[in-house]
């Protein structure tokens, strides 16, 4: 399957490093042809070298969405009792391509290769402000502040006005201009940049920032770069306590887990768990364990705390997990995509993976055992970001989710889901496949790691 998509979209890729050539970040990147010199090189070949014109997902047949509200509906409540999972809305802008999102309360915050962060309330155009950076490659929202991430290796921080909600204001940079200053006045500070053959500050990320995550009690924001680092910070006055130096390559993921663990996913392969240690007034984290090693990337880490669980999505379709009893012990793996997981979100007992595949499969854990309840088809592109979120308006039905998909086809998608296992009577065809209990599409666990049959 790689192989012919390699061949289909041309040019071989090539990591540029000593490690496998076959391991890949699978940062998806659409790049226009001025921006064409400044790809990194941990594009795949997918869509290396294809322009947003040519680009097999290129929307530019859809109509203006400024003439009214871009988000169409499609959404009905023609299913009587059942429970019912389905498309509800899709919005399409000429903005570019959607790689983060996030929720907070009423609102939806998107972020594209436009360098917009555009704001939706009640499915409707609420605000929006623009950085210099770059794509918007990872949004994180904690209280007032919105931190997003960006192609440039820059981190800017947003606050929320109080007395009017829809203008953010941009307060900061991480890291601070004054940090950064200070910092160039001790040699010991420099450390060597590889992409750019000189020498850096350790201060600041000199690669695309590709996740943030902000601890439980949002004091604490987590950075990964391609630059194989992972950085720490203090949301109160945006100071940096300190720098892992994580992989020996593009770390596409870390995610705050359970028991003061932090956990990492990167290109190299590695699922890697550090242990954060209070001494005194300082924060600092020690590499634990080496919970997988393979030839594939990781290319996308959730944790569910509720159940102390992780789950790992990597760039051969398949979804890892590990399950905390009196340590982490691995659980078993999810087959449910063609193609590379992009992206993994969880919601206490349920599972959301999106993949290049262009689909979402959702599952749910009864006890160690997962079920596949719905695949969401929709998208023409990747899946690259998802978000999760309570329906409390669905109290006479069985429990519902309101599931938020961001893709590299310039859309996004908010999907209802039902988390009740799908039945004859009550299976849907409008743009989603609900497997049955019996389906091929349950979890395999170490006993059982039969591959699913595409053909």
């Known amino acids: 399957m790689q192989n012919n ?9 090539n990591r540029g490093s000593e490690a ?14 001025s921006d064409q010199s400044s790809m990194s090189w941990r594009s795949i070949a997918l869509l290396d070298h294809i ?77 929006s402000f623009k950085s210099n950076s770059g794509l918007v490659k990872a949004i994180s929202i904690a209280g007032e502040k919105v931190f997003t991430g960006h192609q440039d290796g820059k981190i800017r921080v947003w606050r929320v006005s109080s007395k009017t909600p829809n203008i953010h204001k941009r307060v900061g940079t ?37 996740c943030l995550s902000l601890s439980e009690d949002r004091t604490i924001l987590y950075s990964a770069s391609w630059d194989k680092t992972i950085k720490i910070w203090r949301v109160a006055d945006f100071k940096c306590l300190e720098t892992i130096d994580a992989h020996d390559d593009a770390v596409n993921s870390v995610v705050v887990g359970f028991d003061g663990l932090v956990f990492s996913g990167s290109a190299d392969g590695l699922v890697k768990v550090w242990k954060r240690e209070f001494q005194g007034k300082r924060t600092r984290h020690f590499f634990s364990q080496t919970l997988l090693k393979q030839e594939y990337a990781v290319t996308a880490l959730s ?81 690259k970001c998802l978000a999760v979120e309570q329906n409390e308006g669905q109290a006479n039905l069985d429990q519902q989710l309101m599931v938020y998909s961001g893709s ?25 496949y609900s497997p049955m209990k019996n389906s091929p599409f349950q979890s395999r666990t170490n006993s059982s790691r039969t591959s699913w049959n595409w053909n």
């Not at 496998?20 to 042809?33: D, L």
């Not at 500070?189 to 992409?195: D, F, T």
């Open 51 to 127: 322009s947003e014109a040519s680009s097999p997902w290129d929307q530019s047949s859809y109509s203006s969405p400024m003439t009214k509200s871009p988000w169409s509906s499609s959404f009905n409540e023609q299913h009587g009792g059942y429970s019912y999972t389905g498309l509800m809305g899709s919005l399409v802008r000429e903005e570019g391509s959607i790689y983060s999102l996030a929720t907070s309360g009423d609102l939806l915050y998107t972020g594209s290769d436009s360098n917009n962060i555009r704001v939706w309330k009640n499915q409707q155009d609420f605000s």
């Open 174 to 210: 991480l890291p601070t201009m004054r940090a950064y200053l200070k910092s160039t006045m001790t040699p010991s500070n420099y450390v060597e940049s590889k992409k750019k053959n000189k020498s850096s500050i350790w201060l600041k990320h000199f690669d695309a920032i590709s």
């Open 5 to 13: 998509i390699m061949s289909q979209f041309g040019s071989k890729y």
């Open 303 to 383: 944790v569910d705390p509720t159940a102390s669980n992780l789950y790992c999505g990597s760039s051969d379709g398949l979804v890892n997990f590990w399950e905390m009893d009196r340590h982490l012990s691995y659980g078993g793996v999810l087959r449910g995509h063609k193609l590379a997981i992009l992206c993994i979100a969880t919601l206490r007992n349920l599972i959301f993976s999106g993949s290049a595949d262009n689909n979402i499969c959702v599952w749910r854990r009864d006890e160690s055992k997962h079920i596949c309840l719905s695949v969401l088809s929709g998208h023409t592109g990747p899946v």
């Open 408 to 432: 590299l086809d310039k859309s996004v998608k908010i999907w209802r889901v039902s988390v009740q296992v799908p039945t004859k009577s009550s299976q849907q065809s409008d743009g989603i």
């Open 20 to 33: 496998c050539n076959n391991r890949m970040s699978f940062e998806y990147n659409i790049a226009s042809s």
